[in-house]
């Protein structure tokens, strides 16, 4: 199993509203990423976890809150999302999130602030 | 003046032409990947270089250290190989810095 999945596909929300995206993958991986990608642009990095714990946040504003739940479950939570925030959420996991790894992507969620 | 440089950023084929994508980065590297994105959303990992030239199948990537220079080559190429071709590089911390990337449409 070389996958990782991402829920939902798609998702729409107001500003007021509280939602979650889901990442799941079962590699055994122990590094996982949140990356968010505008239209036409590489992919932002965002968070990093590294064996459940948060090694990296790139100054990411408070309403964009990661949780990492367990070694093969990555969450994000949204809260009073902005239309800028409007994006493709990318999940990615590593084996250990060292030097020379193949990182493998989900398909991402499509999210549409109104 | 970005760290990882594509070119061309945008790339028109015949189905069956041979194409190559470059990349060049200013910085020290481990590794160079070669990435590519469908229409869809997901990003797919092609290749991971840290010296020397890899094949899989129609796809051929080079790397020269020295000239911190890539390339990715597709032979024979089809219509399904339209996708955006993102060359990222790991720098400190083993994180990936991205080109702007490569939009290939392959024409029948």
């Known amino acids: 199993d070389t996958e990782v999945t991402q829920t939902p596909k798609h998702l729409v929300m107001g500003m007021t509203n509280k939602k979650s995206l889901k990442c799941e993958q079962h590699m055994g991986h122990r590094a996982m990423y949140w990356y968010k990608q505008k239209a036409k642009k590489p992919p932002e990095l965002m968070f990093v976890?590294?064996?459940?714990?948060?090694?990296i946040n790139e100054s990411v504003p408070s309403r964009f809150s990661p949780e990492c739940p367990n070694s093969s479950l990555l969450n994000l939570h949204l809260h009073a999302l902005q239309p800028e925030d409007s994006a493709l959420y990318l999940c990615?996991?590593?084996?250990?999130?060292?030097?020379?790894?193949?990182?493998?992507f989900g398909p991402g969620t499509r999210l549409l602030v109104l | 003046k970005n760290e990882v440089e594509q070119s061309p950023q945008n790339l028109t084929a015949q189905e069956g032409e041979f194409i190559t994508i470059n990349c060049s980065y200013s910085v020290g590297i481990s590794a160079l990947h070669w990435l590519q994105q469908h229409p869809g959303g997901g990003i797919v990992s092609l290749f991971m270089l840290s010296s020397g030239k890899k094949k899989h199948g129609r796809l051929i990537a080079t790397i020269n250290i020295q000239e911190k220079h890539s390339s990715l080559h597709i032979t024979a190429s089809h219509p399904r190989d339209s996708a955006v071709y993102i060359c990222a590089v790991e720098t400190s911390g083993s994180r990936l810095t991205f080109g702007e990337g490569t939009q290939l449409t392959v024409n029948p």
């Open positions: 976890y590294s064996y459940e714990k948060l090694s």
């Open positions: 990615a996991s590593k084996r250990q999130g060292g030097f020379q790894e193949t990182q493998y």
